[in-house]
């Protein structure tokens, strides 16, 4: 048996990706072969975001989006930008609302069925094209890398033993997934020199008694500790859908984090136990979501062979909340420059080298320029969260509306007030300092933290609120026996860790803050032990970024199994 070689091969079937295929088969005026991975068992199945996207690239692609057939949730009518204190809800006056927040005229959107959709338009451009072929492979992730010298010649995909069916080859392999493989890349050859920080976004879909198809808003302040950086997103999409949803920061002190049970408190806020009175849950998921931006993009976006796009880049912003688009955009000028390069024979490092320009150049660039210090704000000023973010909660409680609540408590605290300046400055008009690093995220955890214990509101339906067991039900997971996609690399290190975190009464960091009850510690002939209950997996990859030995490591499983994000 021959080996199978394409000219593109495609890890993932993202937004960037796809956008990158749709572009590639657009530009192709010749024969060309492209095949795309999925690791999900549909196009799409494993893909899960907030999200409401500038239809900025969508419009690219599909120049009629907004006309019916192209796979919206909704658009936005109107956004707002929310403080919640434990039982009282106030909106920021829309005067204040920095102009990122304001997303009318975005796309609600969910990102399975946007790939699902795009699937087949690829398809129909490709069919309609002499010599230009486009392979699908749902179930079929990508588990390493191939190389010839330094070279990236494809990826292995299976593992019958047969080199002949388990690999897949090209002149150029495109990863853009979230670091299942691409990882590997980055580290064989050094490419992010300042370090990646991470936040854990968990999301549920309801259907609701009423509709409020193209509300937006995006909240902080309450369920979030003080000092966690986070916030949460309510999404109002047709067939009266509503997204709600938590994002936190995985650089934060307390080992015990739990995702899941944040989001369940977000629910019991009285606001929004009013929008999900009568409906009912339809989906659970949990995704991370690398948040470090500019400084956090490797040295090099292409090398021999290879090139990165989307969330394999990190080409996230998080200040505007915008990553599905700025990750399709990379995907279209990717297309550009990998066209040019196939035509020419020349897929080396420095054919595709214009990638990295031609991104960093457009709007993409600046706004991640724009957006560089953004992250690091919250380590300079950690009084930001952890004091005056908390006592303007207590004023909203208490009454205030927002600027109230700001004036007294800056005038009760005028020189800690004055600080934060600073940080509005290093936010929204920073001057050169130079590029930022970060440290791991399992660095910041501190075995003994205690976090304060957050306000319960009152009255809340008990029906609608969820344990992790329970909720990641929604998340529809499925895989085979003896399935084994997480890695545990040494034993005794469990050990070591579960006797640390045992001592100071809290479960290890990839107990507390899985997403999925996935990881456990059990007592066998006396002694605790790690376990895992992968069958409830969703693939987040939370364990591996909080792990504080670097003892786990999260595979994509094989076959398309995993949860079922369709929807999402």
Not at 270 to 296: D, N, R, T, W
Request: with cysteine; aromatic share 10%; hydrophobic share 40%.
């Amino acid at each position: 048996m021959s080996r199978i070689e394409y000219d593109v091969l495609l890890v993932g079937a993202g937004p960037a990706n796809m956008a990158l295929a749709m572009r590639l088969v657009e530009l192709a005026n010749a024969p060309i072969r492209i095949g795309i991975l999925d690791k999900a068992k549909a196009i799409g199945g494993h893909l899960l975001s907030g999200a409401v996207s500038n239809p900025r690239v969508i419009s690219k692609l599909f120049p009629d989006w907004d006309k019916g057939e192209f796979p919206l949730e909704g658009i936005c009518k109107h956004s707002y930008l929310s403080v919640l204190g434990s039982e009282r809800w106030e909106d920021v006056p829309r005067p204040l609302m920095p102009p990122y927040f304001k997303k009318e005229g975005y796309a609600i959107i969910n990102i399975s069925e946007m790939a699902a959709y795009m699937a087949g338009k690829i398809a129909e451009k490709a069919a309609a094209k002499e010599g230009v072929v486009v392979d699908m492979f749902p179930g079929f992730p990508a588990r390493s890398i191939l190389f010839e010298g330094d070279r990236v010649v494809g990826v292995k995909v299976d593992n019958t033993g047969s080199a002949a069916e388990d690999n897949l080859y090209a002149k150029v392999t495109v990863f853009g997934e979230k670091g299942f493989v691409s990882r590997d890349l980055i580290e064989k050859f050094n490419l992010r020199k300042n370090g990646q920080t991470y936040a854990v976004g968990v999301k549920e879909v309801w259907e609701t008694a009423q509709s409020y198809e193209g509300e937006v808003w995006h909240t902080l302040g309450y369920p979030l500790a003080a000092g966690h950086l986070g916030g949460g997103f309510i999404y109002g999409c047709k067939g009266n859908k509503l997204i709600i949803g938590m994002v936190m920061g995985a650089d934060f002190p307390d080992p015990n984090i739990r995702p899941p049970q944040v989001l369940q408190e977000l629910k019991k806020h009285p606001s929004v136990q009013k929008m999900i009175k009568g409906g009912k849950i339809i989906k659970y998921g949990a995704s991370i979501l690398p948040e470090g931006g500019y400084y956090s993009l490797p040295e090099k976006f292409a090398v021999d062979g290879a090139m990165l796009v989307g969330d394999a880049l990190g080409v996230l912003d998080v200040k505007r909340f915008s990553g599905v688009d700025k990750a399709m955009e990379s995907g279209y000028l990717a297309a550009e420059t990998l066209w040019e390069a196939v035509k020419k024979g020349d897929t080396s490092a420095a054919a595709m080298a214009p990638f990295k320009k031609n991104l960093l150049g457009g709007w993409v660039g600046k706004e991640l320029f724009d957006a560089r210090y953004f992250r690091k704000t919250f380590h300079e000023y950690p009084q930001l969260l952890g004091s005056f973010v908390p006592k303007l909660l207590d004023k909203i409680d208490g009454g205030a509306g927002v600027i109230g609540a700001a004036i007294v408590t800056g005038l009760l605290d005028p020189f800690g007030s004055l600080k934060l300046i600073g940080a509005r400055t290093m936010i929204e008009n920073p001057g050169d300092m130079g590029p930022v690093s970060y440290k791991n995220d399992r660095s910041y955890t501190v075995p003994a933290y205690t976090a304060g214990k957050r306000p319960v509101p009152a009255g809340f339906d008990e029906t609608t609120i969820y344990s992790t067991a329970d909720v990641v039900f929604y998340a529809h997971t499925h895989y085979e026996e003896d399935n084994r996609h997480i890695d545990e690399f040494d034993t005794q290190v469990c050990l070591k860790c579960i006797a640390l975190y045992d001592s100071h009464g809290k479960d290890t960091p990839c107990v507390g803050d899985c997403t999925a009850e996935v990881h456990q510690t059990l007592t066998k002939e006396g002694v605790r032990r790690h376990a895992m209950a992968l069958e409830n997996c969703v693939q987040c990859t939370t364990c591996e970024i909080v792990c504080p030995y670097v003892n786990l490591r999260v595979n994509a499983a094989f076959h398309g199994y995993g949860p079922d994000f369709t929807g999402m």
